[in-house]
Every structure is written in C-alpha cells, then in structure tokens.
C-alpha cells in the first residue's frame, strides 16, 4: 500500500481473521474424532481443517452467496464439511456447530489495542463483513462494542466482498467519503475498497500465534 497522504477520516475492518478468530478446530476435530472411536493427530487435524478452511475461501466458495442468509451460510459450509464426514461420520455438523457460530469466536490478542490506538488518532471505526448473522452482540462480550462506530453486514446490506456496494455501504454508515476512508482486511475480497474509492490495506498471511499484526496498520497510519 503507498504511503497515505490524504487526510484520513474512518478506519474499517474486516471481522474474521482480522479482528476475531474462529476456536481452535483442530481441537473440536480430535475431540470429536476420538468420542467416535477414531484416532486421529492434532498435525493431521490441523491438516484437514486447513485444507476445508483454504477451499472457503476461494472466489468459487465466495461467489455462492452464503453470507446473505443464515441459511446458505450453513447450507454452502456443511457442503464443504462433508468432505470430512467420509473421515468420521458426524463431523461436518460439530464443526459447523462449534466453530463458524460467530458467538465462540475470539478477538486476537492485538485487537483491543489497535481499535483503542486508531480511535486515538480521533478516526472513526466500523466494521464490514461477509457474515450472515448481527455481530454487536459479539463486540459487546469481549467489551469492543465501545470501540466500533457502526457495522455493515453483507446479510443487511444485500451485497458481500469484492461488491462495493458494501464498502459504500460502510462509509456511508460513518458519514465520510470512500476517499477519506481505509480498508484493512487479510483477503483478496477486501480490496473490492479500491473499486469504491477507499485505500486498502491487506494483512500479511503469516503472523505469531493469537497476535494478528495489527500494530501494522498503525505504523501505515503515522
């Protein structure tokens, strides 16, 4: 991303990945595994869940909707799930039980601290999500809420990432202009911003344990 130079007015943030993170599924995977009386390795677990995560997130999967309803978000993931059926019977349905509810996902460990700095610099901050279900709810149990001007759900608005529909959507929310705005997200989708005249910044896909990195964005923003 090049240096900002306009003035910047609002900071949006994607949610999943970027903010929060889904429980550990490798975990729910073995624990299942073995109440069904199949052995199988946290390595081998974390490889399955890696592989299912990774095919969600390419613009086949993303392209099918499944962040408008509640229902194509389950109906779209548990066809992807059942994959892992074939492994132990049962499983597809723990996991999306367990791990893509938004209430058992957690902020990473630098999110608090990067939401407090950005509001600091006296920008506003919203978040912007491909998600089918309200996520105020799930900023206010770890306390966030305070932190967020508003939201923008793809459910809501009627229109996911890359659509700039929803990024318009989002600062409009805010009451700025898409050029005084920043996207920050860590998926191709999110620079779907550009299209709608925001700056776009992209996390890096590699980071230590639960800290996300976020410290990166405060450096873009001076």
Known sequence: MAPLSAPLRAVLFDWGDTLFHAPHAP???VSFARSSGVEISEARAREMWDEIWTAGKTPEEI???RDLSIEAHRRVWMDLF??????VPGLSSVLYERVMDPHSWVPYTDTRSALEAVRRRALKVGVVSNVPADLRPVFAKHGLDRLVDSYTHSFEVGAEKPS???FLAAAKSLGVKPSETLMVGDHAVDRGAERAGMRVFILPA???GDVRGLDRVLAELG
């Open 63 to 65: 392209a099918k909707g």
């Open 82 to 87: 059942a994959r892992l059926d074939r492994v």
């Open 27 to 29: 975990e729910v995977i």
């Open 206 to 208: 590699e980071f230590d």
């Open 164 to 166: 700039p529909t929803i």
